[in-house]
């Protein structure tokens, strides 16, 4: 049986090896061993005939590589005529020195390319920017009015602000937080057990006598904290009687104080404590491990004042005063923690232990009370240390000023190198002397240039003018030789501070000297009217004016210049200094007319009329053909009575230069004198010279219709507006014209090929919609005040008349849009005050008229609005104001103003005059005459 089954056994290898390739030359014989040493087979894989999975590394498969590209599509499909193929054409190819080159010249263009057209794109930008940002605005822009009125707010109000929790609803979030729950009945039980009388005696009390405890704690008797509080107040009550005098009344200890200072006392948590030991550990280390630092004893001793024991700290500070007799600050600070008298004793001894100290010399000083002991601690100190210039400053502080100057004469041989001791010393002696002290200073100090301006400053106040200037010129000369570089700011500064201090003569030296100083020639003008007008601003006028007369002597044919200077000469100079200036500014530009008019508009001004005809006599020599100066001299007749000489100069204007304004100007005088005729017979010549001077067309058709010639008047007009179709107040003339004689419809008609004509007229359209509202078309009226806002959306005239014809209601949300379109619009500005007038809100209306005449001074309704509602709400110092301000503004626009500036009955008023006839005419409510009475009164005076 054994053999048998070795035999079946071996039958069954060899079966197995015959169906196993690999498996069977392993087991050929003896003929396959030599096998055995060789490669393995191509595609082996061992152990995979028994069902074994190999895996795969990096040395199987060698080193990674990248996945090939895709192919590149080069066809005709993907190919552009302007662009060429899609593909790079030459991607493959290496990245060298010429490509780098190439990319940086086509970076250079893209550069180039995009810097052309930088700026418009990003005002595009900005501007889109700005007009997202007008309609939904930051958060933070929306509050800045707000955010800059809390620098007003005071501390006190800062205090007196309350907390926030406060304004929230509180008591809704208290009952969400308030939970009821049943009280159970052992807390009841007990409750009732402990306020429970006993009336009989228990038997075990009896058997034990009450000595023996039943339950642990239950001898303990309970809390009762209501009679605790009750015994505490008790224990106050007495300790604050005892503290009182009985025979008085009078206490020792203020009882309101005593709970002041009960409340003022510190607990500290556990945690602060824990902090102060922590420090306190860390503090002892340092001062154990270097004992000479200063510093360390220092903070260990204001631990211990933090922690409230002073004691402690006095202590800490004592043991580094022995271990740092050398520091000067733990010396301060020991006698900070002493009291004053203590204070005194520590510091005397820190003065023998440093007695170079000058901090410590101060302090001594400042802890005496009395001026004569102060007196003596700080001579003390100058013994001690003469060379100090705080301990020179403190004495002399205290001396009476005769004393003061012996001392000062001391300071400056201890400390001849401190510029305030020779200052001060030079201002407490008289001239001769404080000539010598400043000379002196000089020859010690020659790079200080504070000495030479108050040299200066010496002089010009004993009255020797002509040394003033040679003193700056010198001490610009002395610095520049002892390398002393002072940039120009520096010395317009001191110039400024020269003039502040009352020495103009001395601020306009050094602004002569130092004005060229490191300008380039090119630059001098613009830069030197840019300084003037910066002295101005800060109030500065000698210093401007030495500015103007330095650069009119470099550039005196500069018409630009001479008229600033006579600006400045007129509104903060005098008359006389103006007439200096405004002659010698003729001499060198005799051609300028704007300077011979100011010439003689300001003798006008002043009531000099013989003075002001001479001028412009002059004027009429230098500039014999000019036509402002001809119109000047004949307002200046006109306005003084004089027609017969005004006809004469137009008669000689007209021969000498016939300009459309002089044809004008002759016809609207022979018009206001009454001459129709003559002003007709004048229009005949001046038609034929200047046929497209549309406001002698339409003067002629006002003539005539006021002649009562209307068709004339309507003829003239259509021959005006054939050869003048651009001209508004024409067709608003021939409209009104045509509304005067009754034909409505015709007057809508010519208003309507107006605006056909002129696309974009907002008069035009303003003038159709209040045809209508005349004409009692309402709905008319407010279909053409819409499509006028859609045809000018930024006209505020418009948007004016749009605000008054809402109905109240709608004037608000009106008044919003109005504001988004044209924000800085003075019509707009004056139709939203009138509203906060009418709502009498008078602060944001008295804001909003000065802002309406802030935008456009020239606006004259703007002025007559804010005039009417100051003699309604305003003080007469108000109303004077605003009289004044419209006086110097010399408004000429407005349709009010213009109204009754150019009415036939208001020929030769003043400004004050319209303006109160302005304000009668746009005043709400009730009108105040009187009130324009007084005012005029006291601005005549």
Same mark, same amino acid.
């Given at each position: 049986p054994h053999a048998a089954t070795s035999t079946a056994l071996r039958a069954e290898q060899r079966r197995a090896d015959s169906s196993h390739p690999f498996r069977y030359n392993m087991h050929a014989g003896s003929r396959a061993a030599p096998k055995f040493n060789s490669s393995a087979p191509v595609n082996y894989v061992a152990g995979l005939g028994r069902g074994a999975t190999g895996f795969t590394t990096r040395s199987d498969i060698g080193p990674a590589r990248a996945a090939p590209e895709a192919e590149k599509d080069l066809s005709e499909s993907n190919f552009d005529k302007f662009n060429g193929y899609g593909e790079s054409l030459f991607s493959e190819m290496p990245y060298d020195e010429d490509d780098e080159a190439a990319d940086l010249v086509w970076s250079e263009v893209d550069a180039k390319m995009d810097e052309r057209r930088r @700026?418009? *794109?990003?005002?595009?930008?900005e501007k889109s920017l700005d007009k997202y940002r007008a309609v939904r605005p930051k958060l933070q822009h929306q509050f800045n009015d707000l955010k800059r009125d809390l620098a007003h707010v005071s501390s006190q109000e800062w205090e007196m602000l309350p907390e926030p929790g406060e304004h929230r609803k509180h008591r809704a979030a208290e009952r969400r937080n308030e939970k009821f729950i049943p009280t159970p009945d052992t807390l009841l039980e007990k409750a009732r057990m402990e306020q429970e009388v006993h009336t009989s005696l228990d038997p075990k009390q009896m058997a034990t006598g009450g000595m023996e405890t039943p339950m642990s704690g239950g001898a303990t008797p309970l809390t009762d904290l209501k009679s605790i509080g009750e015994a505490r107040g008790?224990?106050?009550?007495?300790?604050? %009687?005892?503290? +009182? #005098? @009985?025979?008085?009344?009078q206490t020792v200890v203020d009882p309101k104080g005593y709970l002041t200072d009960l409340n003022s006392i510190k607990v500290s948590t556990e945690a602060e404590i824990g902090d102060i030991k922590k420090a306190r550990l860390l503090l002892k280390s340092v001062t154990q491990t270097n004992p000479g630092h200063g510093p360390g004893w220092i903070a260990a001793a204001r631990l211990e004042e933090v922690a409230g024991k002073l004691v402690n700290a006095r202590q800490v500070i004592r043991d580094g005063c022995k271990a740092c007799p050398a520091n000067e600050d733990v010396w301060l600070e020991a006698a900070r923690l002493q009291t004053p008298e203590n204070a005194k004793a520590v510091l005397a001894e820190a003065v023998k232990k440093i007695p170079s100290s000058v901090k410590i010399w101060l302090q001594a000083a400042s802890l005496e009370s009395n001026i004569t002991m102060r007196r003596r601690v700080l001579r003390k100190a100058l013994e001690v240390v003469p060379n100090s210039v705080k301990l020179w400053q403190a004495a002399i502080d205290l001396e009476p000023p005769e004393d003061a100057r012996l001392m000062l004469g001391r300071a400056v041989e201890c400390v001849p190198h401190s510029v305030d001791m020779w200052l001060a010393l030079a201002r407490l002696e008289t001239y001769q002397n404080a000539k010598k002290v400043l000379n002196k200073a000089r020859e010690t100090i020659p790079t200080e240039p504070q000495i030479w301006i108050t040299a200066a400053k010496l002089e010009e106040a004993n009255g020797m003018m002509e040394l003033v200037d040679r003193i700056i010129e010198r001490a610009v000369r002395s610095l520049a030789l002892h390398q002393v570089t002072m940039e120009r700011e520096q010395w317009l500064s001191e110039a400024e501070h020269a003039e502040k201090g009352n020495a103009p003569r001395t601020a306009q030296a050094i602004v002569r000297e130092c004005i060229a100083l490191g300008v380039e020639e090119e630059d001098r003008k613009r830069i030197w009217m840019e300084d003037a007008d910066s002295f101005v601003a800060r109030g500065c006028h000698e210093c401007a004016r030495?500015?103007?007369?330095?650069?009119?002597?470099?550039?005196?044919?500069?018409?630009s210049v001479w008229i600033r200077a006579a600006q400045h000469e007129k509104n903060h100079g005098t008359s006389d200094s103006l007439d200096t200036l405004l002659r010698k500014a003729v001499s060198y530009c005799p051609h300028a007319q704007v300077l011979w008019l100011m010439g003689a508009k300001e003798k006008w001004m002043a009531g000099d009329v013989a003075a002001a005809r001479t001028i412009l006599t002059e004027a009429f020599r230098a500039n014999p053909d000019s036509e402002q100066v001809w119109l000047a001299a004949v307002k200046l007749e006109s306005e003084n009575d004089e027609p017969e000489r005004a006809r004469l100069l137009l008669s000689k204007a007209r021969e000498r230069a016939g300009t459309e304004r002089v044809w004008l100007k002759s016809i609207v005088l022979e018009r206001n004198l009454g001459c129709l005729d003559a002003a007709l017979g004048l229009l005949t010549p001046a038609l034929r010279a200047h046929p497209r001077a549309w406001k002698l067309h339409l003067v002629k058709a006002q003539i005539e219709s006021r002649m009562g010639a209307h068709d004339a008047a309507r003829e003239t007009l259509a021959k005006g507006l054939k050869l003048c179709v651009e001209c508004v107040p024409m067709w608003l003339e021939a409209a009104r014209l045509e509304e005067k004689q009754g034909q409505v419809s015709k007057a809508r008609s010519l208003l309507e090929v107006g605006r056909l004509k002129i696309t974009h007229a907002p008069m035009l359209w303003l003038e159709a919609v209040r045809l209508e509202r005349r004409a009692g078309n309402r709905k008319a009226a407010l279909t053409l005040m819409a499509k006028a806002l859609q045809q000018c959306r930024s006209a505020g005239v418009l948007w004016a008349e749009a605000i008054a014809m809402e109905q109240r209601a709608q004037q608000k949300t009106k008044s919003s849009d109005a504001l988004k379109a044209c924000d800085n619009d003075p019509h707009v500005i004056l139709a939203v005050s009138r509203l906060f007038w009418r709502d009498r809100k008078e602060e944001k209306c *008295? +804001?909003?008229?000065? *802002?309406?005449?802030t935008l456009d001074p020239d606006l004259g309704d703007a002025w007559g609005n804010y005039y009417a509602f100051e003699l309604q709400h305003g003080t007469v110092e108000q109303q004077e104001e605003v009289l004044r301000r419209c006086v110097a503004a010399d408004p000429h626009h407005g349709q009010e103003w213009t109204a009754v +500036?150019? %009415?036939? #009955?208001?020929?030769g008023w003043k400004t004050e005059q319209i303006l109160k006839r302005v304000a009668a005419n746009m005043a709400l409510g009730k009108y105040q005459p009187e009130a324009l009475e007084k005012a005029s009164t006291s601005i005549q005076h």
């Open positions: @700026s418009r *794109r990003e005002a595009l930008i008790a224990v106050l009550s007495v300790k604050l %009687d005892q503290m +009182s #005098d @009985s025979v008085s009344g030495a500015i103007y007369a330095h650069a009119l002597q470099i550039f005196p044919t500069k018409k *008295r +804001s909003w008229c000065n *802002r309406a005449v +500036s150019k %009415d036939v #009955d208001t020929l």
